[in-house]
């Protein structure tokens, strides 16, 4: 297996489409109305990125991140958004080296930290990205502002 990571392009659209609705089943959630905009969106690479790990011409994980701003960090910081990778490929490092690239791209940019957020149904991912620096912080809280 030779994986390549790389930024996403139009033309990654349709499957990583189909990796997002898979981790939405799997957490119990939903593909948004809106995910296909927001993901051309993103590839222009001012608010967040999505890279996508490639082998032999097939897509076999996407991870996505955003870039917000914060007075604390006087500047940027970076969030994982989605991480999914295919049944195909699990048990072959393609989530981490995923996540490996997200982090260097955040250093990078110049970002101050790097978070992300488990759920309930991914809570026992933990000790995955434990092995990437990441320690459990703090709870989250969240508030719906659709009706």
Do not use: W
């Not at 897509?59 to 991480?83: D, P, W």
């Not at 295919?86 to 970002?111: F, H, M, S, Y």
């Amino acid at each position: 297996m030779t994986l390549n990571i790389r930024n996403a392009t139009s033309k990654d659209r349709e499957r990583c489409m189909e990796l997002l609705q898979s981790l939405a089943s799997f957490t119990g959630g939903s593909t948004a109305p809106l995910a296909h905009e927001i993901f051309d969106q993103l590839l222009d690479n001012a608010r967040g990125e999505v890279f996508v790990a490639e082998d032999a011409g097939r897509l076999l994980g996407m991870a996505s991140i955003s870039y917000n701003l914060a007075m604390r960090f006087g500047g940027e910081y970076c969030q994982l958004e989605e991480l999914i990778v295919d049944p195909a490929g699990r048990g072959k490092n393609i989530g981490g080296q995923l996540v490996q690239k997200t982090v260097e791209q955040a250093r990078l940019r110049g970002c101050a930290e790097y978070g992300l957020y488990l759920v309930e149904t991914t809570e026992q991912n933990l000790p995955f990205y434990e092995k990437y620096g990441f320690r459990k912080v703090g709870s989250e809280l969240r508030q719906s502002l659709k009706n």
